[in-house]
């Protein structure tokens, strides 16, 4: 994918559980340990990582797809936001989320890659293990 990628884990958690903390305020900032702000429907805005990310959400459907227009202060002056994609599935254990990002500036698909990973996956695996 041209500026972009997919990246998956599993975590411990019901896909419901998942969907209703991203889309909240304090469910985003306790499962990455960083403030976010989350007005939670279609086309409320969001910000994550003390303003370094922030977007609109575009599309949802309970508890299986979240879609995003995301972009961080990173993204050079008038560039168009990129688009997050968010799929949750239900597996033995768990749910297996898939994190699909596309349209990234030029340069910058390995950084975001990264973060998913480290700023995300990582902190979320520990806040639904609990």
Do not use: C
């Not at 007005?39 to 910000?47: A, D, I, K, Q, R």
């Not at 968010?86 to 500036?105: Q, W």
């Amino acid at each position: 994918m041209k500026n972009g990628f997919s990246v998956s884990t599993i975590l411990s958690a019901a896909p419901e559980k998942i969907f209703r903390a991203w889309l909240s305020t304090d469910g985003h900032t306790a499962m990455t340990g960083s403030p976010a702000k989350v007005e939670p429907h279609v086309g409320g805005t969001f910000s994550a990582w003390d303003g370094y990310i922030f977007g609109t959400t575009l599309e949802s459907k309970p508890y299986t797809r979240i879609v995003q227009a995301w972009r961080t202060t990173e993204f050079p002056e008038g560039s168009a936001d990129s688009r997050v994609e968010i799929l949750l599935e239900a597996v033995e254990g768990g749910t297996k989320i898939t994190l699909v990002h596309s349209a990234i500036p030029e340069g910058q698909t390995d950084d975001y890659k990264q973060g998913w990973e480290d700023f995300y996956f990582k902190p979320m695996k520990a806040y639904f293990t609990k």
